[in-house]
């Protein structure tokens, strides 16, 4: 028997799963952009969210080879876990020691990491120049390493590295150094120190999931970055984060995370399929989902 998804496709025995692995992604908006990619392509596959608590990653991932998956993309909080659960990393993963992509062959489980390319693809996009210029990330988990990873295959001249645990910033930083050789890493203090360094970048990045001033990485007001620089800030959604606002009001760039999203979700896609992915039809998918969040939340908080 057939029965159609919600989006009035078929999906039978013959379905192939892929799915996205993480903690809180109620408001997800990677299916919407999957699927839509699968419909593109006319491929019986099917991409679902997999809510899975810290601590129980390991069982999750026996159950994709158990459960017939493709694969899944991995998010927060397990990025770093499962690469340690991967049987072999492959690219990038292996250099940043994090894993955004997992590949299902055979009995073996693959780790892959699509954030850097995507970050450097969305950098290309918008025009971000790096080359010779100093960058100050904020944060020190999977998401952080890769966007070192990408600005320093740009070009960068240093990358300072800002974080509430100075102990997991010089774990970031030791690891990166074994494969970035032309751009100087350092570990700088937050809050005050980290707004010295703001006056000499073209470019920060917020890659966590949090205000930055209000966990004191950043310094309040932001009164540093140059104008005419980028600031951007990984989260995605309607609302422009506080360093976004801030950023903009001295002048600077600015940018969320919705186009790293999207080109990680691009190379996502061609790690599981071996095909080109239909860039524009996964970024109208996400920018119909989201004015459909923005929808819903609003509805939700009607109700409350």
């Known amino acids: 028997m057939r ?19 993480g903690y809180g992604i109620d408001y997800t908006l990677s299916p919407a952009m999957h699927n839509a990619a699968f419909r593109a392509r006319g491929m019986n596959w099917i991409y679902v969210p997999l809510r899975v608590p810290p601590g129980e990653l390991t069982d999750a991932v026996k159950g994709l080879r158990a459960m017939g998956f493709r ?3 991995v998010t927060v909080p397990h990025k770093l876990e499962a690469a340690r659960l991967a049987d072999e990393l492959r690219g990038d993963a292996s250099l940043l020691g994090a894993v955004n992509n997992l590949l299902v062959e055979g009995e073996r489980l693959l780790g892959y990491n699509t954030d850097a390319e995507g970050f450097q693809s969305f950098m290309e996009e ?38 509430r645990t100075e102990e997991r910033a010089r774990e970031a930083a030791g690891l990166l150094k074994r494969g970035i050789t032309s751009t100087e890493i350092r570990v700088e203090r937050p809050g005050r120190e980290a707004g010295e360094i703001l006056r000499r970048s073209r470019l920060v990045v917020n890659c966590t999931p949090v205000d930055a001033f209000d966990e004191g990485m950043l310094p309040h007001p932001l009164d540093g970055l ?8 990984l989260k995605y959604g309607p609302r422009e984060s506080p360093l976004l606002r801030q950023a903009a009001g001295w002048g600077a760039r600015i940018a969320d995370g919705s186009g790293m999203l999207i080109h990680q979700a691009a190379a996502s896609f061609r790690v599981w399929t071996g095909e080109e992915p239909p860039l524009a039809e996964m970024r109208d998918a996400y920018l119909r989902a989201l004015e459909g969040n923005v929808e819903d939340k609003a509805g939700k908080d009607a109700e409350a």
Do not use: C, M, Y
């Open 126 to 163: 918008e025009g971000i120049e790096a080359e010779g210029q100093p960058v100050l990330i904020v944060g020190a988990g999977g998401a952080a390493r890769a966007v070192a990873l990408a600005v320093a295959r740009k070009g960068a001249s240093h990358i300072f590295i800002v974080n």
């Open 226 to 233: 140059r104008e005419g620089g980028w600031a951007v800030d």
């Open 3 to 21: 029965e159609k998804d919600d989006a009035g496709r078929w999906v039978d025995g013959r379905t192939q799963l892929v799915g996205l692995i």
């Open 71 to 73: 694969g899944a993309n």
